[in-house]
């Protein structure tokens, strides 16, 4: 014996086509590959390009003041060795010495050189900080190493305070020049074009 459904419950039961899900179906979630950024390698390469080129700037920077330190210190000596002669003439046992004061400064001026270098590096810091210009640091730096040896040379001289002085001044006057000489070596940084061209002139007049 069979009973038949009702018509409200057959309908329900057969309402749609057969087999067929009445929600649509979800496809396969499709996978995201990872995609990785090229801004951490290229700041880390941006990063390199500008240490190199900072780096390549501080060597151009030490090798000119490098170099205009070395013509500071020939200028200096050669200043001192004039300033001297005209101070105090032939009768100083410096230029009685004869040849061998070409044997003497061999040795002497690249030692005095590298011991000034250290005090130059100090005041240029000092000079730096106070904010105080170019061209009146360097005269400044030059003529206080100058003095300073002049002082220092007096100091340890024996009774003739009269030649003593003479060398001090003529120290001083090679510290002087010394550091003209540094500041035209670099260009005459912190002045116009028709000061450094005068200062040039000026220069030319004294050597």
């Known amino acids: 014996m069979t009973l ?8 329900a ?9 009445t929600t649509p179906a979800k496809g396969p979630a499709t996978q995201r590959k990872p995609t990785i950024s090229p801004r951490p390698e290229q700041r880390a390469q941006d990063a390199i390009q500008e240490a190199a080129q900072s780096a390549g700037e501080q ?22 060795i004039a ?15 004869g040849p061998m004061l070409i044997f003497l400064a061999i040795p002497v001026l690249p030692t005095l050189a590298l ?5 130059t590096v100090v005041l240029s810091d000092i000079a730096r900080l106070l904010s105080i210009p170019r061209g009146w640091a360097d005269l400044g730096i030059g003529l206080t190493l100058g003095m300073g040896l002049g002082i220092a040379t007096a100091m340890s001289s024996g009774p003739d305070t009269g030649k003593s002085m003479m060398m001090g001044l003529a120290m001083t006057a090679g510290g ?4 003209f000489a ?11 074009s028709g000061s450094a061209a005068a200062f040039d002139q000026a220069y030319d007049h004294l050597t």
Do not use: E, H, M
Request: glycine share 14%; hydrophobic share 45%.
């Open 4 to 11: 038949n459904k009702p018509a409200g419950q057959q309908a």
């Open 13 to 21: 039961a057969t309402f749609g086509r057969r087999g067929v899900k």
């Open 59 to 80: 060597v151009a920077v030490q090798a000119s003041r490098g170099k205009a330190y070395f013509k500071a210190c020939l200028a200096g000596t050669a200043a001192f």
């Open 83 to 97: 300033a001297l002669f005209a101070l105090t003439g032939v009768d100083n046992k410096l230029f009685q010495a």
């Open 115 to 119: 011991i000034l270098y250290i005090p």
């Open 176 to 179: 002087f020049i010394g550091g």
């Open 182 to 192: 540094f500041w035209r070596a670099q260009g005459y940084p912190g002045t116009s």
